[in-house]
């Protein structure tokens, strides 16, 4: 049954406290009930509204109709009353707003128990992964790594490379050029470079003699793709310059990054050849790191030295002076320095090392083939 204020028979401190503590006890049956939200707020409502809440009207029915003389005992009696009344009701909203807490918690728990979502984090592309080894063995002997753009000029493709006009590699059968460029000069057409060499002349004109620089990048061709060719393949090529560099210089240097990418058992072999922009070229050859030079492996013969026991792996040759010629007011005095410059086909050597006969398995994204390297 609710509580309701009872008229006090008299004010002794025998009746008073009796009546206090009944209110107590009727109000802590009330705050014990008390569930919700709207049930907390109703309760404050109840016994401590301002108009009629029920210590208002024990104000009104107590402490005011009492006798002067009474009134201080009264007074003290009531204060106490309100005390407690104010603690029980703040102790019910506090258990409201704790039980909601929990309730968000509870709503909000993850189970720690359940395996996570895995992301798979994939691997460097076995090209990447062989240029970086590349890279690594000219960065060792103190080569930076330079980049250029790979929709390039005819002047930076071809022209400044020594290049004649009637070269073949100008020919859109080789070259993928942009198109509606044939209303600008020949020298500011627009290509996709077709080696990574015009990146050299850019070096060379924003930095002066001494460099060795190595320029990893993807380049493009006219080329339909089969088991060998791809329109977009992948460079590796060096540039070294400075006063008194000889072939032997580069016969050093690259026997020794020959020997740290492929094993210290390869030998090196050197054939003239030739190319627009060094003089003398040569291509270098190394002893065959599949047959280790027999050219036979048991009772088959080697397929990837064509049983010759040597690969052709890069071309190479000291800077033609008439290359210097272009970048002769940046320090290139052709008089004065020479240099040497290789350059590889990366995706040949990967073929190679990873023994695959098809070079579109490197570029069909199969994840099936791609994470055997992995
Ligand atoms: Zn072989």
Not at 174 to 202: C, G, M, W, Y
Not at 305 to 320: A, H, N, R, S
Request: with cysteine.
């Amino acid at each position: 049954m609710a509580y309701t204020v009872p008229k006090l028979k008299d004010l002794s401190d025998a009746t008073l406290i009796a009546a206090v503590n009944e209110c107590i006890r009727a109000c802590e049956a009330e705050a014990d009930a008390v569930e919700t939200e709207a049930e907390s707020k109703a309760l404050r409502d109840r016994w401590l509204g301002r108009k009629s809440g029920i210590l208002t009207r024990i104000n009104e029915e107590w402490l005011r109709a009492a006798p002067k003389e009474a009134k201080k005992n009264v007074g003290a009696r009531v204060n106490e009353l309100r005390f407690q009344i104010e603690a029980r009701i703040i102790g019910a909203e506090e258990s409201v707003k704790d039980r909601q807490k929990k309730r968000s918690v509870e709503a909000d728990r993850i189970d720690m128990t359940l395996p996570g979502i895995s992301r798979p984090i994939g691997a460097e592309h076995p090209i990447i992964r062989t240029m970086n080894e590349i890279v690594a063995v000219f960065r060792n002997l103190g080569y930076s790594v330079q980049e250029g753009p790979e929709i390039e000029t005819d002047y930076y493709n071809f022209e400044s490379l020594n290049f004649p006009p009637n070269h073949p590699a100008r020919d859109t059968q080789d070259t993928l050029f942009i198109a509606n460029q044939r209303t600008k000069p020949l020298r500011e057409q627009l290509l996709l470079r077709t080696h990574t060499s015009p990146v050299q002349i850019r070096t060379m004109e924003k930095i002066k003699p001494p460099i060795r620089i190595v320029i990893p990048g993807k380049v493009y061709r006219n080329d339909p793709p089969d088991a060998s060719h791809s329109p977009m393949f992948h460079q590796v090529e060096g540039l070294a310059v400075d006063t008194n560099i000889t072939f032997g210089d580069l016969k050093g240097t690259l026997d020794h990054a020959m020997k740290a990418f492929f094993g210290s058992n390869v030998k090196t072999s050197f054939r003239p050849s030739f190319f627009p922009f060094t003089e003398p070229s040569a291509e270098l050859m190394v002893s065959c790191f599949v047959c280790g030079g027999s050219g036979r492996r048991g009772s088959d013969t080697c397929r990837p030295c064509k049983q010759t026991g040597w690969i052709e792996i890069l071309g190479c040759g000291m800077v033609d002076p008439n290359v210097f010629e272009f970048v002769k007011d940046n320090g290139y005095d052709p008089a004065r320095v020479s240099g040497f410059a290789f350059g590889m086909g990366a995706d040949r050597i990967a073929l190679l090392k990873y023994g695959v006969d098809d070079l579109q398995l490197f570029f069909q994204n199969d994840v099936r083939f791609l994470r055997q390297f992995a």
